[in-house]
């Protein structure tokens, strides 16, 4: 069990809280399609009684083609996301990729993401670190579970102690990712809670040629394992048509797959 405990605008975090949901789509899309996602989950979560902070990136830099899409940008993104953040009363994570963005994501993300890819970069963690937000650093795919001691120590070292991790797979020969459910236990005992990051698991990461492919059908099955070996939080992201999404749609779950998973996933925690 994580030695550590955050509380971030009423969502408990860690040490003997409630299973936490994050999800959202991948991206921002149009406004329409971010509500109606961001809608769907807070009636749900309300009515199941699972805390729930909405995610999606306002500009996804490590995008696997030139063409692919990247969202809205910075300033557009955050201005949608603020407004998801006052209409539906939910706490709001986003990634930040290049330093120069850090000021004014802070402004309106209640929790910042690093980037699996970018967990190694010092001065983007320690300049995150600074803004004195919680920060959710997700364990970069090359890494093993107890390098990350190294990852939290930089943010530590700057004063700010709110950090949790998500687990999301570890490389696994090319075009694919394995999910050790260990790591969960591995990095608790490091101190820090850990989410499950259930759907970028299944990923085929440049699977598809000019993008990557997924396994979603994969990912329920994962979010059980994960919350049954004990982690703090599960990361789905959803889509209302994952086959239309414009980002990581073979992996992103439907809404009825949401619907079904997530009452099982706190039964499974009730349990344990």
Known sequence: MPKHRLEINGVAIGRGAPLFLI????VLEDEETVFDIAKFLKDLT?????????????????????????GPGLIKGLRML????????????SDVHRIKEVGEAAKVLDIIQIPAFLCRQTDLLLSVAETGKPINIKKGQFLAPWDMIHVVEKVSSAGNDQIFITERGTMFGYNNLVSDLRSIRLIQDMGYPVVFDATHSVQ?????????????KFAP????????????????????????????????????????????????????
């Not at 999800?23 to 991948?26: Q, T």
């Open 23 to 26: 999800a959202g789509p991948c």
């Open 46 to 70: 309300d009515a199941i009684g699972i805390p729930f902070i909405f995610k999606a990136s306002y500009d996804k830099a490590n995008r696997t083609s030139i063409d692919s899409f990247r």
């Open 82 to 93: 603020s407004r998801i953040k006052e209409k539906f009363d939910v706490n709001i994570l």
């Open 204 to 216: 085929l990461p440049g699977g598809a040629g000019k993008s990557s492919g997924g396994q979603r």
């Open 221 to 272: 099955l994962l979010a059980r394992a994960a919350v049954a070996a004990g982690a703090d939080g599960i990361f789905i992201e959803v889509h209302k048509n994952p086959d239309k999404a414009l980002c990581d749609g073979p992996n992103s779950l439907k809404f009825e797959e949401v619907s079904e998973l997530l009452p099982q996933l706190k039964a499974i925690r009730n349990c344990i």
